[in-house]
């Protein structure tokens, strides 16, 4: 099945593997422009999801099995941006192995939840552009249980989360954030079970 090139990707929960090796661009208002969940994806690459206004969350796979790729590596791979509600823009949870390369634009943009929200996915190989969140909730980015999984974002803000602007939980690779982690009710950051490797916050932090 190929995503529609004007709506969201649903995959359907069967052990299929739901992608062909090259996907259509997908562009979804107001709603997921993926939503994946107890499916097995096989080998999948899915290129050029654009999300806006959304009040559901950008992207989610949870209980998923298999290796996702998301982008070619030119142009706008990802571009997920949500207005309100409380659904990060992009969230893997169980999400076995998913890689997002350097090679193309990865920006997200959430209002009201999380940026990021990343947890039980120890496979992932995760290299984003600008990475921002307002007002969320919960946290502004939270990785939890990344295991040897590495996250780079090249910048963007965390404004105004209720709870933890920048959390990681666990991990034994490298992690990094060049963009700002700006006032919010709860705190700024929290760093807590690492094994190993580097966290680099090098944004301003007000």
Same mark, same amino acid.
């Given at each position: 099945?190929?995503?529609?090139?004007?709506?969201?990707?649903?995959?359907?929960?069967?052990?299929?593997?739901?992608?062909?090796?090259?996907?259509?661009?997908?562009?979804?208002?107001?709603?997921?422009?993926?939503?994946?969940?107890?499916?097995?994806?096989?080998?999948?690459?899915?290129?050029?999801?654009?999300?806006? &206004?959304?009040?559901?969350?950008?992207?989610?796979?949870?209980?998923?099995?298999?290796?996702?790729?998301?982008?070619?590596?030119?142009?706008?791979?990802?571009?997920?941006?949500?207005?309100?509600?409380?659904?990060?823009?992009?969230?893997?949870?169980?999400?076995?192995?998913?890689?997002?390369?350097?090679?193309?634009?990865?920006?997200?943009?959430?209002?009201?939840?999380?940026?990021?929200?990343?947890? &039980?996915?120890?496979?992932?190989?995760?290299?984003?552009?600008?990475?921002?969140?307002?007002?969320?909730?919960?946290?502004?980015?939270?990785?939890?249980?990344?295991?040897?999984?590495?996250?780079?974002?090249?910048?963007?803000?965390?404004?105004?989360?209720?709870?933890?602007?920048?959390?990681?939980?666990?991990?034994?690779?490298?992690?990094?954030?060049?963009?700002?982690?700006?006032? &919010?009710?709860?705190?700024?950051?929290?760093?807590?079970?690492?094994?190993?490797?580097?966290?680099?916050?090098?944004?301003?932090?007000?």
């Amino acid at each position: 099945m190929q995503p529609e090139p004007c709506g969201p990707a649903a995959v359907p929960p069967d052990n299929r593997a739901a992608v062909p090796p090259t996907a259509l661009p997908t562009t979804t208002a107001g709603a997921r422009g993926l939503d994946a969940t107890g499916t097995n994806l096989g080998t999948s690459l899915f290129d050029d999801i654009t999300v806006t &206004g959304s009040d559901e969350g950008g992207l989610s796979m949870s209980n998923t099995t298999g290796t996702t790729t998301f982008g070619d590596g030119t142009g706008t791979d990802l571009a997920l941006t949500t207005t309100s509600g409380i659904g990060p823009a992009f969230q893997l949870s169980n999400a076995g192995t998913v890689n997002v390369g350097a090679g193309g634009t990865d920006d997200f943009s959430a209002t009201g939840g999380p940026a990021v929200d990343v947890t &039980g996915t120890s496979e992932v190989s995760l290299a984003f552009d600008n990475v921002s969140s307002t007002n969320s909730s919960t946290d502004g980015i939270n990785l939890a249980g990344l295991g040897t999984g590495a996250f780079s974002a090249t910048g963007g803000a965390i404004t105004g989360a209720a709870d933890i602007g920048f959390d990681i939980d666990g991990g034994s690779s490298s992690v990094s954030y060049s963009g700002a982690l700006n006032n &919010g009710t709860g705190q700024t950051a929290e760093i807590t079970g690492r094994t190993g490797g580097t966290v680099t916050l090098s944004g301003a932090i007000a």
